[in-house]
């Protein structure tokens, strides 16, 4: 369970506080996406949840952040490593530069973990099958796609089985076919091990069909938290600058006009598409 | 293995070596190439010791084209430097008031063959040892592990910031910018390419160093390896004897001098 209550955070030498009084309690095993306008906080708040804001940033912070018991703004990112994972967003900067192949790329983290080697190779293996790299497994990680690497950095960090998984718009570099592989095995995490995902995302097609729950950042704050259907189908989040699925623009346009009914409540999801248009 | 590294992956006795092995057979060259008295002895040196060492890690040719590249023009230098200027009698040719002698080109010779041992030493250790193995010896003897990972990645990332220069480049090109002129002009070519270079790379520095802590680097305890590297009481000793000899060496120079 990750709990905030009133918590802000304000990068170093700046006046405006990037996140505000932000209150937010995800149970474990939730899927949450996370969706906001450029600027408006997404990267902050996984930094806060996965500790680099403020430890590896500094800067000053308000309220507090637990994860379960852990006071996070009272541990090292040392101690929260195994714990949280996060997946920044330019993939070319997580490789760790000190292994030579995708396969011992994985298996830094691991290394680091101090798992036995045995543990680390079933560890590693397991996540290349599933992540579809065993193919690219003996390749340099430098040798690869802007989206393999990105399935490096997401694998690597499922590899070592943080019970918490924060990942900072990880498919931006891929196609829809990877963006789905990567929503399925995260999905599949929270299900199986009952992990908590954190996601930021524009995506909102995909969180609309992987989510358990979306929030809503807009300059710091956490202005709407609930089910993607009704959250992501909030005329609102035109004015957050947010937009909305290709569902929903499309299915508001045939309300508006008049070719469908204004009752009907309006789809996130393809399925809920062809709902609405039947 | 993309990598500013000259590892040259080979099936061979030499490749299997631990890493610490061949270290100390590094020692043991650089004290050879420093200790031994003259230059037939330096010869003999690489000769029967360091070629054959080559031929047996199967590396026999890219050891002599790297060694070669790198000596020649030292031995070029030193020949003419010293054959003019280090003295002696018997002139070889005479430039008006400068003689080339006999003497200095021998003593030039000689340096060079010290480099030589030296050179044919490193060169054996790094054209057959993994960077990564390398340095997994010496952090699991005691060298800090961000002390390993820094050599690591530098060795890898190096040519990586060559692409990016050369992408600023052609990005300058393709805007008009001249960047294919004389020297000087180049030079001040090069106070654009550096701003965009150094901006990149420090928010690169912070990123990947956000990467490593996201992987556990700076966690307290202890590390484990997937890699483990093959030693054997026989390379222990192996390794005892090289130092030993290499100690010996040492010795048996500096007793002369303090005698004296
Ligand atoms: N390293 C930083 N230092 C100072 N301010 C920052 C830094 N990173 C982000 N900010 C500011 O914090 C706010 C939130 O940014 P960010 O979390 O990156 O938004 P998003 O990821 O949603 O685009 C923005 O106003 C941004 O300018
Ligand atoms: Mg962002």
Same mark, same amino acid.
Request: hydrophobic share 35%; glycine share 12%.
């Given at each position: 369970m990750i709990t905030l209550k009133h918590f802000g955070y304000r990068y170093p030498n700046t006046e405006a506080w990037a996140l505000r009084k932000i209150s937010l309690e995800i149970p474990d095993g939730q899927f949450v996406g996370v969706v906001g306008a450029n600027g408006a906080g997404k990267s902050t708040l996984c930094y806060a949840l996965s500790g680099f804001a403020p430890h590896f940033y500094r800067g000053k912070t308000e309220g507090r952040l637990h994860l379960n018991e852990v006071d996070v703004l009272e541990s090292s990112l040392g101690d929260l490593a195994g714990e949280v994972g996060l997946v920044f967003q330019n993939p070319f900067n997580q490789i760790s530069g000190a292994r030579y192949s995708v396969r011992e790329e994985i298996a830094f983290g691991l290394e680091n973990l101090g798992l036995p080697p045995s543990e680390i190779e079933t560890r590693v293996s397991q996540v290349l099958a599933q992540s579809d790299l065993s193919e690219l497994a003996e390749r340099s990680p430098f040798a690869l796609s802007g989206g393999q690497q990105q399935r490096v950095a997401i694998a690597a960090i499922m590899a070592m089985q943080p019970s918490v998984l924060v990942l900072d718009e990880?498919?931006?570099?891929?196609d829809p076919h990877g963006t789905r592989e990567v929503f399925a095995n995260l999905d599949a995490l929270t299900q199986e091990r009952a992990a908590t995902v954190v996601l930021a995302s524009h995506k909102l097609e995909w969180l609309a069909a992987f989510c358990d729950r979306v929030l809503v950042l807009h300059q710091g704050r956490l202005v709407a938290d609930g089910e993607p259907a009704q959250v992501l189908a909030d005329e609102v989040l035109l004015d957050y600058g947010i937009g909305g699925t290709r569902y929903t623009l499309a299915a508001r346009a045939a309300q508006q006009g008049g070719l469908v009914s204004a009752q009907r409540a309006l789809p996130v999801t393809l399925d809920q598409a062809r709902e609405f248009f039947r | 293995m993309q990598s500013s590294s000259l590892y040259i992956e080979r099936n061979s006795g030499l490749h299997a070596l631990h890493p610490l092995t061949k270290l100390a057979l590094l020692g043991l060259c650089l004290v050879l190439a420093f200790a031994l008295p003259d230059i037939r002895w330096l010869l003999a040196a690489f000769g029967l010791l360091l070629l054959p060492l080559a031929a047996w890690g199967r590396i026999l040719a890219p050891f002599a084209r790297s060694g070669f590249s790198i000596i020649l023009p030292f031995v070029i230098s030193l020949a003419l430097i010293q054959g003019f200027f &280090? $003295? $002696?009698? +018997? &002139? %070889?040719l005479t430039l008006g008031r400068f003689a080339f002698t006999w003497e200095g080109l021998l003593a030039g010779l000689t340096v060079s063959a010290r480099l030589l041992v030296a050179l044919g030493g490193t060169l054996l250790l790094m054209l057959s040892t993994r960077p990564d193995h390398l340095m997994l010896a010496l952090t699991e003897r005691g060298l800090p592990q961000a002390l390993g990972y820094i050599v690591l990645t530098a060795l890898q990332i190096f040519p990586r910031f060559q692409d990016r220069a050369r992408v600023i480049l052609e990005a300058q090109q393709a805007r008009g %910018?001249? +960047?294919?002129?004389?020297l000087l002009r180049r030079l001040r070519l090069l106070v654009p390419l550096i701003g965009p270079l150094i901006l990149a790379s420090i928010v690169d520095v912070e990123e990947r160093a956000m990467a490593l802590e996201a992987r556990a680097f700076s966690r307290p305890g202890q590390k484990t390896s997937l890699i483990s590297l093959h030693d054997s009481g026989f390379q222990v000793l192996l390794r005892t004897g090289l130092l030993l000899a290499a100690l010996a060496l040492i010795v048996w120079r500096l007793l002369p001098l303090v005698r004296a």
């Open positions: 990880p498919t931006s570099q891929l | &280090a $003295g $002696g009698d +018997t &002139a %070889l %910018l001249e +960047t294919q002129v004389n």
